[in-house]
Structures are given as C-alpha cells and as structure tokens.
C-alpha cells in the first residue's frame, strides 16, 4: 500500500497538453483497467478514497502526490468527482499498481 494525497491547484494541468487524451481518465486506462475497481457484486466501481460505488462516468483521473516520500511525482488515479473536486487533501491508502505517473509537458 502507498499513502497518497489529492494534489493541490491541478485544475490547470489538462490532459491534452500532456498526453494524447482529452482527458486524464482516459489516459489512466491506457495502462490500467477499470476492471481493477469494479465491485462484481453490484456492477458499480469503488472509488478508493471514499469507498463509495459510482458508474465509472462518475470518475475524474485525479492528481495524487505520495505522502511521507521523498517522490514528488504527480500520478494520475481515479477518484470519484466527490473526492476529486472538493479541496480535501486527508491521505489515503491505495494499492500502488493503480498510480499511473503524469507524463511532462509535450
Ligand atoms: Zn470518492
């Protein structure tokens, strides 16, 4: 497990000035599945800050930063648009293999 937290003042970083993508959760599942959130039982994926099931619609490609690491890096994640958009920055736990590394600038 990693300890992350929401990034601060990303709401300028846009995927297309980065990536291919038009968006960061499109770009995300370039190298991951949405299969890795899926909650079989109820066909709903769990956001892994808030644990709430959500269609994947719901979802923004969010910018996390490592806690209590010397990694600076940016990593894209899914996270519910409640988690992504509000300004709470409480660490929390998520499986590593689901950080994705924000690429620089083209
Ligand atoms: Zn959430």
């Given at each position: 497990?990693?300890?992350?937290?929401?990034?601060?003042?990303?709401?300028?970083?846009?995927?297309?000035?980065?990536?291919?993508?038009?968006?960061?959760?499109?770009?995300?599942?370039?190298?991951?599945?949405?299969?890795?959130l899926?909650d079989?039982?109820?066909?709903?994926y769990k956001?892994?800050?808030?644990?709430?099931l959500?269609?994947?619609?719901?979802?923004?490609?969010?910018?996390?930063?490592?806690?209590?690491?010397?990694?600076?890096?940016?990593?894209?994640?899914?996270?519910?648009?409640?988690?992504?958009?509000?300004?709470?920055?409480?660490?929390?736990?998520?499986?590593?293999?689901?950080?994705?590394?924000?690429?620089?600038?083209?």
């Amino acid at each position: 497990m990693t300890k992350v937290k929401n990034a601060p003042n990303t709401g300028d970083l846009k995927a297309p000035d980065y990536t291919e993508y038009s968006s960061w959760i499109e770009y995300w599942e370039t190298e991951n599945s949405r299969l890795l959130l899926l909650d079989w039982n109820k066909w709903l994926y769990k956001c892994p800050k808030c644990g709430g099931l959500f269609a994947w619609s719901k979802f923004d490609g969010a910018h996390v930063i490592k806690v209590y690491s010397i990694d600076s890096k940016k990593y894209i994640l899914p996270l519910c648009q409640g988690c992504n958009r509000g300004k709470d920055e409480t660490p929390f736990d998520i499986d590593n293999n689901l950080l994705l590394p924000m690429p620089n600038k083209k």
